[in-house]
Nanobody, 115 residues
Framework: QVQLVESGGGLGQAGGSLRLSCAAS????????MAWYRQAPGKQRELVAI????????NYLDSVKGRFTIPTDNAKNTVYLQMNSLKPEDTAVYYC????????WGQGTQVTVSS
């Protein structure tokens, strides 16, 4: 089992920055992918950023490329979502995700970007 605890988020302004954190605990040795998803009201959950634990392959949603990054701190078993140049359309609940044979989810954290 893997437990994910998210922090960060809140209210940001257009053009500003926010950082989300996701601390993993439990059977973290088995994790092969870490990711951030988001879900805006009335929309489907979408993949925002993903990183593999072996090889550090990274991919981003097209609309966040050049603005968001997914740094990690292996010593803290933490993955971040650094969000820069925020836009009102980034408003959503953001979820941390970890995968081994199954998928684990954080509790979600609200990000609201005002114009």
């Amino acid at each position: 089992q893997v437990q994910l605890v998210e922090s960060g988020g809140g209210l940001g302004q257009a053009g500003g920055s926010l950082r989300l954190s996701c601390a993993a605990s439990g059977s973290i040795f088995s994790i092969n992918v870490m990711a951030w998803y988001r879900q805006a009201p009335g929309k489907q959950r979408e993949l925002v950023a993903i990183i593999t634990t072996i090889g550090n392959s990274i991919n981003y949603l097209d609309s966040v490329k050049g603005r968001f990054t997914i740094p990690t701190d292996n010593a803290k078993n933490t993955v971040y979502l650094q969000m820069n140049s925020l836009k009102p359309e980034d408003t959503a609940v953001y979820y941390c995700n970890a995968r081994d044979k199954i998928s684990y989810w954080g509790q979600g954290t609200q990000v609201t970007v005002s114009s």
